[in-house]
């Protein structure tokens, strides 16, 4: 592979970053387990966030091969021994689980975003990251779709649901925008034809959301006087939320007592 | 006790082209698009489905074999004549299996559809028939298969003793002073 050392780096920040925001959610998500409204949405919704962190785990192992590191072993090192603060997440996906709406619009919002985005790396010229896309697009489809039912249905429930799902947007909306935020060397990553620019990801979501929501109920109206919670141009993605460290320092607690212990 | 639940849906899944529909269980859905999700996240996580069907289980006329022979007559109405329509028809052919798909055929009111089925399906030996008309079917489509079904064959199916836990907590327990 005839790259420099800047590209090998921007690239590696740009799996990254797909890695850990499915896994921190995949992770939160999981908490629902056994907390759900109904048990097939318990079911459902424990489906959805193993697939997540399933597809995290696809993610490590193809950042693993890139950087020459072991996609058996290094993957486990990357989720249970790197310090919260190397952590690419966006704070979307670290903010905790509020009541049933705020979750699953949170999740709705990701699926829309992850289904646009490897449609997009479908064409990656990385190739096992072409691969990947393609095969984890479809299962995305299914979540879209399971997601997106429920948005409605809450939307144009009951006066309670609504309201719910309302607050919900307007606390997760001005988050929403950090995941198109380029990680620093975007640009790089795009000439090289392995990724695409988040801000054709940006057009291809806001395409598939707003009509969604609106569908649904909602009133979006307000929506571009919140200020995003980060700019579309700060660029990083090395500030987090301070649940974050929260979050890592227990997903890492029982491995980290015992490190040399094979589970 | 009022049930405070959302209405059942009767689910049937098809493991296999070459195989027939069988029923696999109940889900509680308000509708029956929720249905037919619920339906493939609570049964078809694995193992695999090539199509899945969910009915309301207030559609299913059932009768046991005991009962249809001792001609005590159909529950009040499954008589109700309609125009003629397709019913299909399940049945359990033995006691540990699960409801099969036989076939469908037209009839005009469901205690029809249940005796040309007993008629019908004569060379089968049915404990119990299921008969619901077939407009009340909600299923997965060709186009699904790939996002609903196919990934779950990527997935490993585990079981608990898979994990090392046990004995990983042993040797630390052994290992501590």
Redesign the interface.
């Known amino acids: 592979m005839d790259m420099d050392q800047a590209e090998k780096q921007a690239f590696e920040r740009y799996l990254l970053a797909m890695a850990d925001d499915e896994l921190i959610l995949g992770h939160l998500n999981s908490e629902w387990c056994g907390h759900a409204p ?4 318990d ?2 919704f424990a ?1 959805i966030a193993l ?1 997540e962190i ?1 597809h995290a785990s696809t993610w490590y192992a193809i950042l693993s091969e890139f950087t020459g590191k072991d996609p058996e072993t290094h993957p486990d090192h990357l989720v249970y021994f790197r310090d919260a603060s190397d952590f690419h997440s966006a704070r979307l996906v670290e903010l905790p689980n509020g009541d049933w709406a705020f979750s699953m619009l949170r999740q709705y919002l990701f699926d829309a975003y992850e289904m646009v985005k490897l449609r997009e790396l479908e064409r990656s010229r990385y190739l096992p990251l072409a691969g990947a896309a393609a ?1 984890i697009r ?2 995305e ?2 979540h879209y ?2 997601t997106s ?1 429920w948005i409605k ?1 809450l939307g144009l429930g009951t006066e309670e649901s609504h309201r719910r799902l309302q607050n919900a947007l307007a606390a997760l909306w001005p988050y929403t925008r950090q995941l198109f935020t380029p990680v620093a060397g975007e640009d790089l990553v795009v000439s090289s034809g392995f990724g695409s620019p988040s801000e054709v990801v940006e057009i291809a979501w806001r395409e598939q959301v707003v009509p969604l929501l609106e569908e649904s109920g909602l009133q979006l109206g307000h929506l571009s006087n919140l200020v995003p919670v980060v700019s579309r141009y700060d660029g990083s993605r090395e500030q987090h939320t301070p649940h974050l460290k929260v979050l890592v320092r227990e997903l890492q607690s029982v491995a980290r ?2 490190p040399d ?3 | 006790m009022t049930d405070t639940q959302w209405p059942r849906f009767m689910v049937f899944q098809q493991t296999g082209e070459d195989e027939p529909l069988m029923h696999n269980g109940t889900v509680h859905a308000p509708d029956v698009e929720m249905a037919l999700m619920n339906a493939r996240d609570v049964f078809v996580r694995r193992p695999d489905a090539v199509a899945l069907w969910v009915v309301p289980v207030d559609a299913i006329y059932s009768q046991t074999r005991e009962v249809l022979a001792n001609q005590t007559g159909g529950e009040p109405g499954a008589g109700r004549t309609n125009k003629p329509e397709d019913y299909i028809v399940f049945g359990k052919l033995s006691e540990q299996a699960q409801a099969t798909y036989l076939g469908k055929l037209r009839a005009n009111s469901a205690q029809a559809a249940m005796n040309a089925a007993v008629e019908k399906f004569s060379d089968h030996n049915v404990l119990r028939w299921w008969v619901f008309p077939a407009r009340l079917i909600t299923r997965s489509q060709p186009q699904d298969i790939e996002s609903m079904f196919l990934p779950a064959l990527d997935k490993p199916f585990r079981l608990s003793t898979d994990f090392h836990t046990q004995t990983a907590m042993r040797e630390i327990r052994d290992r501590k002073p």
Do not use: F, P, Q
């Open positions: 109904l048990l097939e949405e079911i459902a489906n697939d399933g095969k479809k299962e489809i299914y779709r399971h039912a249905r007592l015992e212990s094979s589970w």
